[in-house]
């Protein structure tokens, strides 16, 4: 029999929707996760379609149904995008978010249009709402999307989830605007965090006489007016579509090339966005230190980095983009033979299916953030090896996924030697320990995976309602 909770439509709010297509094949863990618990519910995608005007406000919400998935979006203005998107979203908050505070770039007129937008967000998305809908909000670029709804009347159970780490008080409190900030989170009912870290720091902030909250031992947090759930809910990945996905691969002709053409040596693997919390720049040098310490290592490996650019405008990205290509050409100026080359550095995607087979043919997955919310590519590395000859996953002990994938080689990326006795701890590591580390790993992500991570904060949300 259907209970009450199950015929509640959810509305999922994030800055981009994804468009709806058939599956698509470049479709990451978080697309499918949402998709899937849209899938489940019946319900509504709401965001920014990607299309910039000259109009001051956004017209009525487009809507295109497929199945039981409503995609609304909306266009933005372009000086609205600009301020809002690259402006207070990705010049303050992501940098304060990853501890990068000297990356910061304020503007008191891109607070405005991040205010702006979020208000545009909550009026065009409450002329759609039902009484019964449950809403989930993502990321830092809406972070005052309930308080603008509450403002307009909803009183839906509203959560929220962070995908970026949040910040202790001390970092947080350099933000101008965080007081907003944080008495605008007060109005979700529940707010969710990839780990546990992330949750103290979120509770020492909202302690603070700004908000003055008082927290509960079951992760109720009180202020004055009312109360929220905040707890962790470290997103997964789809373990067993991956590994099938990476087996398939092998018979993919451009696998089997790119294979062919490492001549017998060893991949080492990165895949990142290409942004400066990713830590390119720190691990090009790392790999050079290997190269230097290692000398066997020297034609016997190759780093393959995939990193397509993201963000680009925003100066920080041009210039971390110019000096990764200065810096891996130094690199292989200074090591190539005339039958080697020791990085491959590609500024492109590579779709979903080839990618899962690179990562099965690579020793080594390199994955070494100065800072990142969870990190995905750590967990779908993991999932997409062979057990019976697995890789092993060298992760940076500042990336989220770090608090649950204890069995890698956990590394600090700002310490070149340590990163490079990583790496060269992971290529001579005997078959036996690869194989029992890969099984604890795979374990703990059978355990969190992308199901559990939907379900677990739907269910929170239902909770509320
Ligand atoms: P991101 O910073 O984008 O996500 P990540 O978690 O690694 O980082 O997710 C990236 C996704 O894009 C993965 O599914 C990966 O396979 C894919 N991807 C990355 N580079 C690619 C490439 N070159 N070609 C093809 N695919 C590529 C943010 C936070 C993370 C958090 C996620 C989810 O910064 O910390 O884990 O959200 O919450």
Known sequence: MMTSNQTKRLVIVSNRVATPK????????????????????????????????????????????????????ISLNEDDYEHYYNGYSNRVLWPVCHYL????????????????????????????LKPDDIIWVHDYHLIPLAAELRDAGIENPIGFFLHVPFPCYEAFRAVPGHEYLLRALCAYDVIGFHTHRDLAAFESCIREPIVGAEIDDDHVIRMPGGSLVADVFPIGVDVEGIAALSREAAELKRVKKMVKSLGGRNLIIGVDRLDYSKGLMQRFLSFERLLQRYPNAQKNVTLMQIAPPTRTGVRTYDEIRAELEQVSGRINGRFSTTDWVPIRYLNKGVARQPLMGMFRNAKVGLVTPIRDGMNLVAKEYVAAQDPDDPGVLVLSSLAGAACELTEAIIVNPHDRDNVADGIAAALNMPLEERKERNAALVKTL????????????????LRKS
């Open 22 to 73: 058939k599956k698509s094949a470049s479709a990451g863990g978080l697309a499918v996760g949402i998709l899937a618990a849209l899938e489940e519910h019946g319900g509504v995608w709401f965001g920014w379609n990607g299309n910039l005007t000259s109009s001051s406000e956004p017209g009525a919400p487009q809507v295109v149904k497929k199945g039981n998935i409503e995609y609304a979006t």
């Open 101 to 128: 505070l000297d990356f910061i770039q304020y503007d008191s007129a891109n607070f405005d249009g991040y205010r702006r937008v979020n208000a545009q967000f909550a009026r065009k998305l409450a002329s759609l």
């Open 446 to 461: 059978r355990k969190n995976d992308i199901t559990a991570w939907r379900t677990r904060f739907v269910d929170a949300l």
